[in-house]
């Protein structure tokens, strides 16, 4: 399995927004989103999972554990964006008792991906606290780490001396 790629992150990111040539019609099959915004919303994500408590390790593109967290989160930021935008051009019309408003679309999307995100972070906050106490596994010596001459990592000792 070859490593992946910022180039690879940000096609898979496209993918999963859908911001393909074809399915963009009412853009006039442009992609609404350039890759180096992609790019940008990625590296958002990245920086934003590894400043999250406990900092014990940095983690690049190559070597991510979980690919699809750092897709959602990256998403949730390019839908961001996209919805600043799209309130700033926000529109709606009326004409004979039809109202047609596209605004609220971004809003329930962004409240189901953030419920997503969120969910990922406290796995990953989990993850990271898991790797943290395994990097101090066995770093910080105890008094009591040899009790009655058995150190407690020598389970078939213990059970042989049969208290």
Not at 134 to 156: C, D, E, F, R
Request: glycine residues 6%.
């Amino acid at each position: 399995m070859a490593v992946p790629t910022k180039n690879d992150y940000i096609e898979s990111l496209r993918k999963f927004v859908k911001d393909l040539v074809a399915k963009n019609i009412l853009l006039k099959f442009q992609v609404e989103n350039e890759d180096d915004f992609l790019g940008l919303f990625l590296d958002m994500a990245l920086s934003g999972l590894n400043s999250m408590p406990p900092p014990v390790a940095s983690f690049a593109y190559a070597n991510f554990p979980f690919c699809a967290t750092l897709l959602h989160k990256a998403a949730l930021e390019c839908l961001i964006s996209n919805d600043i935008v799209k309130s700033r051009n926000d529109l709606t019309y009326s004409d004979g008792g039809i109202t047609v408003n596209d605004g609220p679309k971004y809003q329930y999307i962004i409240q189901v991906l953030q419920r997503i995100v969120d969910k990922e972070e406290d796995y990953w906050r989990q993850y990271l606290i898991n790797l943290n106490i395994q990097m101090g596994w066995g770093g910080v010596s105890s008094p009591y780490a040899n009790l009655h001459a058995l150190t407690y990592t020598n389970i078939k000792t213990f059970l042989s001396v049969g208290f």
